[in-house]
């Protein structure tokens, strides 16, 4: 007994011994004490194997860090157990203090690991210790006797917990070093990411004392070293105290300030704009500079050329349009008396001269259209309308006024059109389009004709609505095939050239093609004629007819009123134009058919319109000085009965979105000059209709 005592003694001086040797190791590698704590431990109970295994940060395995085993006398580590294969076990850990069991195989809480870790082991008996820190699991200390059982007391778990303890607290000291070693790092990257930011970093009080500042911010205040802004009083950056005290409310009352631009001078006196963001740390203010004094000025630029190219453009606009007025407006009394003496002369000469003088003038518009469309296409884009178009309706209505221009050179104009195409395209600009082209086809054709076909195509899976103009005429050269579409080049060139015109009717049209989304492409030989094919956007929805309207007894007539008369009552108009010239044309284009009255200006105008009721009203725009055509027309809306009244807007302004600026303005037909009689009697004709 006394044997037993005495060696039960000795016992636990060593337990104490060996956990008082554990607590200096504190200054150790950790690897170092974990191979001691396993080397000792090994001894202590004689095992064969002991080892450490840590939690990995997913939680889903744990890891070995140290596995000695005694009889070779070695370390190893690295082994990994997944947790979902060994559920009992490691449930058993959470709950219990300590699993110690003499049989591994027949133990409930480690007989799942027998296949997979016991029986190649050789493992018969093992008491595992899991270690916990403020409650959650981080490791285990494993204690496994191989080859024989072996019974685990008390006192062995006890020493096991203590040992696992003092392994926690290794542990946890070494990812202290670590968190610390990474704040470090982090420190060092933070104060080189600061040292080296392109932005301005400071920290300062309210007292206007700099407590912190960065090299680049001490760079974009001039001062020449950080020292330097250290000793500066940043009170003095600024023009005026008032400046730096609403800074500072503002940044009081919001708590923080974001994009705050604002004006300071350099310590050398030159003006910074900046761009600032701060906020409250305490007492002190924490913020970031930004230096946007280039980009100001070039922000200054960039407004200044856009104003500028903006005036430009609305100069542009402005001389095109009154260039168009100013063309149109006597060409349309040229052309106008040209007609009427034609008409009415039986003195065949001077038929022959009115007719020569209205062929040059056509010729004289023909240019000047060509030329004003080039100018104009630029700005067309943005106003395009896209639409489905029915082809074999828009082409058939496109074609009629070159039949009696083919007829009169005795050349065919047919026709050959597939059912049922519809294009996606601007109205306006396929008619330009298709003008353009067959007016060419017609003018290079001496003999035989022109045809119009239409197809549907369809390349790498888009669709294509293809209309192909093919004439008899003199064809190009392939060498030439680019040089029809430059501006202002034809085939002749120079004194000698055989054909007349601008050479920008191509020009125009393949432009046009390409700002629909399509394109021109030509095929020709000399001699024996060209083949121009207009490739459109085919619509991917068929076209549906509209219903017939039907007609609505007693409902509310729209603003637009139809006035209808008897046979023997003829229409009084009121004629509004300055010039004298186109006053009277349109007074003898109308005689005989309507009773006119006219008007030199708006306020006459406005004036007659109150005294009297004119069925209809002809306004020109451009009045002169004081108030335009459109201005009129609006006024003269608002006198009772007129707000149904047919107004004709009869102009000299045809560029892009003239038109729809008048009809949207109040008036409700457009008749652009030069017009001829037939022209204004058809427009006149439906309003009286």
Known sequence: METAIQEQSNQIIRKQQILLEMSKMAFKETTQIFHQVTETIASFFEIERISIWLWDESGKEIVCRDLF?????????????????????????????????????????????????HLPLNIKSMMDVPLRVEGKLIAVLCCEKTGSQKEWTLEDQDFASNVADIISLVIQTEERKKAISQLKLSEENYRNIVDNAVIGIYKSNLDGQLLFINQAMAKMLEFESIEEAMQFDIRKLYDR??????????????????????????????IKQLLVNSFFEGDNLLGMILDITDRKIAEEAMVAARNKAEESDRLKTSLMANMSHEFRTPMNAILGFADLIAAESQDPDIVFFAKKIHTSGKRLMTTLKAILDLADIEGTKSKIRLQKINVQKYLQATLQPFYPVASEKKLYLITEFKDSLIALADDNLLQMILFNLIDNAVKFT??????????????????????????????????????????????????????????????????????????????????????????????TQHETEPAPEKVKIQEKIPERIIHLYEPQEIPLVLIVEDNDDNAEIIKLYLNGKYNTERASDAKSAISMASAQAFACILMDINLGPGMDGLQATQEIKKINNYKGTPIIAITGYTMAGDQEKLLGGGCSHYLGKPFSQQGLLEVMSEVFT
Not at 79 to 89: A, E, G, V
Not at 92 to 97: D, I, P, S, V
Not at 244 to 270: A, D, M, Y
Not at 504 to 525: D, F, K, P, Y
């Open 69 to 117: 085993e005694l009889p070779e006398n070695k370390h190893q580590s690295g082994q990994r157990l997944l947790i979902k294969d060994y559920p009992s076990y490691f449930n058993a850990l959470k709950e219990a203090r300590c699993i110690a069991t003499h049989d591994v195989f027949h133990d409930e809480r480690t007989q799942e690991l027998n296949e997979s870790y």
């Open 241 to 270: 105290e008032e400046e730096r005290k609403l800074f500072l409310l503002k940044l009081i009352k919001g708590k923080s300030l974001r994009n705050h631009e604002i004006c300071l001078n350099t310590q050398k006196g030159n």
């Open 446 to 539: 001496l003999n035989g004709g022109i045809t119009v076909e239409t197809d549907q195509k369809s390349l790498n899976g888009v669709p294509w609505v293809t209309i192909h103009i093919k004439d008899t005429g003199i064809g190009i050269p392939k060498e030439h095939f680019q040089t029809i579409f430059h501006e202002f080049r034809q085939l002749s060139e120079g004194y000698n050239r055989s054909y007349e015109g601008t050479g920008l009717g191509l020009t125009l049209a393949q432009r046009m093609a390409l700002m629909l989304g399509g394109h021109i492409t030509v095929e020709s030989e000399v001699g024996l004629g060209s083949i121009f094919t207009l490739w459109i956007p085919a619509s």
